[in-house]
């Protein structure tokens, strides 16, 4: 079974920048689509970014042109570096991969703490 651990979460001042880490098991990971998935306190969970197994890109509207979301394969890592943090952006971030010709989901990491506060 494939595994993904999240790091790289902490608390940082409005304005500031995190870079997420997402590691993954297994030999098959150049395959997947990579999502990042974020979850606040009482609300849905959200997609954030996706990253398809051809380096493609999307970002939902609200961190377009603070988020950037990419990959290296040869360390089975995706990656989400957070720029000009806002409160409304604390939350649990999940990683997530999933088959990109069937959208079968393959996982889904444990999540990590963004708080963005002063």
């Known amino acids: 079974q494939v595994q993904f651990v999240e790091s790289g979460g902490g608390l940082v001042q409005p304005g500031g920048s995190l870079r997420l880490s997402c590691a993954a098991s297994g030999s098959r990971f150049s395959m997947y689509t990579m999502d990042w998935y974020r979850q606040a306190p009482e609300k849905a969970r959200e997609l954030v970014a996706t990253?398809?197994?051809?380096?493609?890109?999307n970002y939902a509207d609200s961190v377009k042109g603070r988020f950037t979301i990419s990959r290296d394969n040869a360390k089975n890592t995706v990656y989400l570096q957070m720029n000009s943090l806002k409160p409304e952006d604390t939350a649990v971030y999940y990683c997530?991969?999933?088959?990109?010709?069937?959208?079968?989901?393959?996982?889904w990491g444990r999540g990590t703490q963004v708080t963005v506060s002063s």
């Open positions: 990253i398809t197994n051809g380096g493609n890109t």
């Open positions: 997530r991969a999933s088959q990109t010709i069937t959208h079968f989901v393959v996982g």
